[in-house]
């Protein structure tokens, strides 16, 4: 993947309404997609990942994204967002038959207002 | 007890010094990472060991060394700091499972500041 680009760095939405990360990346190759999270003062842990079959895919706290090889896009969404989901959320793609390194977005802070 | 541990997890050191951060795993995985990650830039790759004997430049090397001890153990070191090597450190890990759909496995992070 030569760049992934999350658009935004920052998203306030109010507790219980929903949310959208957007994450685009450009490749001419086939990828593998991930979504890692960042909670305050930690370090990051997968959320979830696109590898192949069905391109929706979801986590067990209720985001899920859906992978778009059309747009290079694998948003990720959840339809009502809680405090504690307040983090910060990493796309990342690798390419397939890589040298199996992960390009990273920039990151988009979740904040979440009560 | 968490299966990938930095230490330190804080550190104040002057421009010049050297500096080793350690990084320890008890996942068994063959491959590890070294990060950092600065404010509005994500995480950029600094190196990365498959195995005790393959260890390998990542985007952002220069100013930096790594030492694989063992499977387990990974170190970075800043031979003389700089300010601007100031950013928070992660150390991952990851099982190979097939070309690049490892997940990785990161530590709990280490804050360096250069003055």
């Known amino acids: 993947a030569q760049s992934v680009t999350q658009l935004d760095s920052q998203v306030p939405v109010f507790e219980e309404a929903p949310v959208e990360l957007r994450c685009n990346y450009s490749?001419?190759?086939?990828?593998?997609l991930f979504w890692y999270v960042q909670y305050p003062n930690q370090g990051l842990q997968l959320l979830l990942k696109y590898l192949s079959g069905s391109t929706l895919v979801k986590s067990i706290n209720g985001f899920e994204a859906e992978f778009n090889k059309s747009q290079t896009s694998f948003h990720l969404r959840k339809p009502s967002v809680h405090i504690s989901d307040t983090a910060e959320y990493f796309c990342a793609v690798s390419e397939k038959d890589s040298n199996y390194q992960l390009i990273w977005g920039a990151g988009t802070k979740l904040i979440i207002k009560p | 007890d968490a299966d990938v541990t930095q230490t330190p997890r804080n550190r104040i050191t002057k421009t010049g010094k050297r500096i080793m951060l350690e990084c320890s795993q008890t996942?068994?995985?063959?491959?590890m990472y070294w990060y950092r990650q600065d404010p509005g830039l994500g995480l950029r790759l600094i190196y990365y060991s498959f195995d005790v004997k393959d260890i390998n430049k990542g985007e952002i090397s220069d100013g930096y060394s790594v030492s694989r001890q063992a499977q387990a153990k990974f170190s970075l070191s800043l031979e003389s700091a700089i300010p601007n090597q100031t950013a928070l450190y992660f150390c991952a890990t990851s099982d190979p499972r097939g070309a690049g759909t490892d997940t990785q496995y990161f530590g709990p992070g280490t804050r360096l500041t250069v003055l």
């Open positions: 996942k068994g995985h063959d491959r």
């Open positions: 490749s001419s190759v086939s990828v593998y």
